[in-house]
């Protein structure tokens, strides 16, 4: 009789090997290693943006001299003034415009340069990335002389031709149309290269068999161009909406609200209402109403990108 | 090898060394034996005042034996009130920290009683106005002591050329340097003639109407002098009243001779009008002529800053003081009140007045008649009756008398300029005082 044990397999293996075997799987999955990689910035992130995301929350929900808990009773309050309500208007009046009109010359502007011959090109994509890449902080105090109400440039210049002085940013309409330019003049270049790269993955076998079947220019860029950028213009469109109604340096720096509150978008009145006027609570609230907003605003936009990625 | 052998001699002496050391070390008076303060003051913007505050804390370090950190936070931006909030809610910062206006008030809770150190330095130094105690004290607490550094008066600052040229008004011979005022007939009425003269001599008085501090506290100024008051000091509202009417219906008369683009001006804006010659007064403390006094001496030799014009319940003038404040949290309030006590020296507020040009102004009665405002110039007397030393003017604050924490929603959000606008833009009185008065209302909540 054979006095040697066989060993079944799986079975009667000590506990600690097979602790250090699993843990010796995990950490050889790519997974675990891509986890291991961003742990220092989902690290950084959860201490510069959930944690003060929850502080803020907090501080909603506490009276103004942030001694007492009120639950939504600032965002009641919030909902009873008229001058809230003004700034809700103008701030989708300020983001759907101002993305608009970013998406648009963006797609325009990339075609252009996506036309010009390779060896041109380069100069032409950093020229253009210029007023995305300058901190706006300073390239608005720019376009805040500009604009300025006694010495603007532009009036300026208007009167060689007989026309003016425009109230750029002492009217309530030329404020609004001054601040959605210069943000447009900001965020367009960053369309602009994001559908730049868009366009120059679409693979030229589409054009020519749109050429072959007799597609005009629209019908190429209606039936080929826009549905491959399909996914590349819902996610640009969602992240320059959400850094369009977050915008505070545009607004503050050319017009602070003004004139009588006409161009206050949310990150600006929240300043105004928490840091100017000591009611640290209720900024915080009119900055958190921006979150419903555009968490709707994502859902929808994100759903769409997954349900065409399915379909590819 | 040697091996260093420790005898027994020498380790009874290594000990009582160390054991003599160990017990004395606490009455030793080192360098820093009164621990450390930091400090942080407003940023000046007239080179080398910094240094003066510099010195002045230096000074009294040195004497006090206390380790000092002084931070120079800038208004621009805002920087001194997140500075004040940041440090309200995590409860820890500065030990003495500039504030500016309403917020003492705002963090009434959160700030160390001064009152030990303000009844000596207001018996020394002459008592303090009323908007000084309406801003700095909650009933009978001192919050915070009044700042030289920053404490200012926006009064006009007129063209005297221009003046005399398009309004027949000799402002000199009105505000003599040295001298009392003779200013019975500057009223509304006659400073309202004359913005419709110098507007017609293509000289428009520069008054902003925007949102920024300038244009509310002339407003604030104008308004009380009319006696109009939004929300009364019981916290009542009291727009729909026959003074604010009167208000509205003078700034809607003064709008119309006012640059066009009035609503759009910052605080710089009235400072740009003066220095490109383009206007014949503005309101703004000493800072336009200074800067005229550099870039543009030609403008600076005929600005002659003076009083406000009286109304039918008076004659005020903008004030806007700044303090300087300790935290209840401060780790070193001993130290902190020795320090501000220092800085609230005659020979101190001395040395931050001409440090600054004459831009900052004591809050103290007996302070107000410093050589530097008799001696600036040119014109020399420019600065004389800057700091109000005839006592002709109240010195007051927009938005008061309503309770402070009222008044800084009224004054933040800029209520009075924009009623002004509302009204001159055609919109009919009863609705510009219904919308002021649901804004007020709104600023009611605690």
């Keep these: 009789m054979a006095d040697a044990v066989v060993r079944q397999p799986g079975v009667a293996r000590p506990a600690s090997a097979r602790k250090r075997a699993s843990l010796h799987n995990i950490l050889r999955r790519k997974s675990t290693a891509a986890f291991l990689m961003t742990l220092p910035l989902i690290l950084l992130i959860t201490l510069l943006v959930v944690y003060p995301a929850f502080y803020s929350l907090h501080l909603a929900t506490l009276n103004k001299s942030m001694q007492r808990f009120v639950g939504f009773g600032n965002f009641e309050f919030l909902f009873r003034r008229d001058t809230f309500w003004l700034v809700v208007k103008q701030s989708c009046i300020f983001a759907i415009t101002a993305v608009v009109f970013k998406a648009l010359i963006g797609f325009i502007v990339a075609h252009f340069v996506h036309n010009i011959p390779a060896k041109g090109q380069r100069k032409w994509r950093g020229m253009l990335l210029v007023p995305w890449v300058i901190p706006p902080a300073m390239s608005t105090l720019a376009w805040l002389w500009l604009f300025d109400p006694s010495y603007s440039a532009f009036n300026y210049t208007l009167a060689f031709f007989g026309i003016g002085p425009i109230p750029w940013t002492g009217d309530a309409a030329w404020a609004r149309f001054a601040v959605i330019l210069v943000n447009v003049w900001y965020g367009a270049p960053f369309f602009m290269i994001m559908y730049l790269a868009a366009l120059k993955s679409v693979p030229d076998q589409l054009y020519e068999a749109a050429a072959i079947d007799g597609a005009n220019w629209w019908q190429r860029i209606w039936y080929v161009t826009l549905p491959m950028m399909r996914n590349i213009i819902a996610i640009t469109t969602l992240f320059s909406l959400i850094v369009t109604f977050a915008n505070f340096d545009i607004v503050r720096i050319l017009t602070a609200g003004g004139p009588l509150d006409h161009t206050h978008i949310f990150a600006t009145w929240a300043f105004r209402v928490g840091i100017e006027g000591s009611d640290i609570p209720l900024g915080a609230s009119v900055s958190l109403f921006m979150v419903p907003i555009l968490a709707v605003a994502a859902i929808f936009i994100l759903r769409d990108v997954n349900k065409r990625g399915n379909e590819a | ?446």
């Design chain 2, 1 to 446: 090898m040697s091996r260093k052998t420790l005898t027994r001699r020498q380790f009874v002496a290594a000990t009582a060394m160390s054991s003599a050391a160990l017990i004395t070390a606490p009455y030793v008076r080192g360098a820093y034996a009164a621990g450390k303060i930091s400090i942080g003051f407003w940023d000046h913007w007239v080179p080398g005042a910094n240094k003066a505050s510099t010195e002045l804390v230096n000074e009294w370090a040195a004497k006090e034996k206390v380790e000092v950190s002084i931070d120079y936070i800038t208004s621009q931006g805002k920087k001194i009130e997140l500075t004040i909030a940041a440090e309200a809610a995590a409860k820890s910062g500065h030990d003495v920290l500039a504030m500016p206006t309403w917020w003492p008030h705002a963090h009434a809770e959160l700030l160390e009683p001064v009152n030990d150190i303000m009844e000596p330095i207001i018996k020394q130094n002459g008592d303090v106005n009323g908007t000084v105690k309406y801003l700095g004290r909650a009933g009978n607490k001192w919050l915070a002591v009044p700042a030289t550094i920053g404490s200012q008066i926006k009064g006009p600052c007129s063209r005297i050329d221009l003046l005399k040229k398009f309004a027949n008004i000799d402002i000199q011979e009105m505000y003599p340097a040295g001298g009392q005022p003779k200013a019975d007939n500057w009223n509304m009425e006659t400073f309202l003639k004359a913005a419709e003269a110098c507007q017609k001599g293509g000289v428009p008085f520069g008054i902003g109407l925007g949102e920024t501090t300038d244009s509310t506290d002339t407003a604030g100024a104008i308004f009380q002098s009319f006696g109009a008051e939004l929300v009364n000091a019981k916290g009542d509202l009291t727009v729909k009243t026959d003074a604010v009417r009167q208000a509205l219906e003078f700034y809607k008369k003064l709008i119309a001779v006012l640059p066009p683009d009035v609503a759009a001006w910052d605080d710089a804006s009235n400072n740009k009008w003066l220095i490109s010659g383009k206007g014949a007064l503005i309101m703004n403390p000493p800072s336009a002529w200074a800067v005229a006094k550099r870039d543009a001496p030609q403008i600076a030799e005929q600005c002659w800053t003076h009083g406000m014009p009286s109304g039918p319940k008076g004659r005020y003038a903008p004030y806007l003081p700044y303090f300087w404040g300790t935290w209840s949290f401060s780790k070193n309030k001993e130290a902190a009140k020795s320090l501000l006590t220092h800085l609230s020296q005659p020979s101190s507020i001395e040395k931050f007045v001409a440090a600054s040009g004459g831009y900052d102004l004591p809050a103290y009665a007996n302070m107000t008649t410093l050589k530097t405002w008799q001696e600036e110039g040119p014109p020399k007397g420019t600065l004389y009756h800057y700091p109000n030393p005839h006592n002709h003017q109240t010195l007051s604050i927009a938005a008061s008398p309503a309770p402070p924490k009222i008044a800084q929603q009224i004054y933040a959000q800029a209520t009075l300029t924009k009623m002004c606008l509302r009204y001159a833009q055609g919109e009919k009185m009863e609705a510009t005082l219904a919308w002021a008065e649901g804004e007020c209302e709104g600023f009611m909540r605690s």
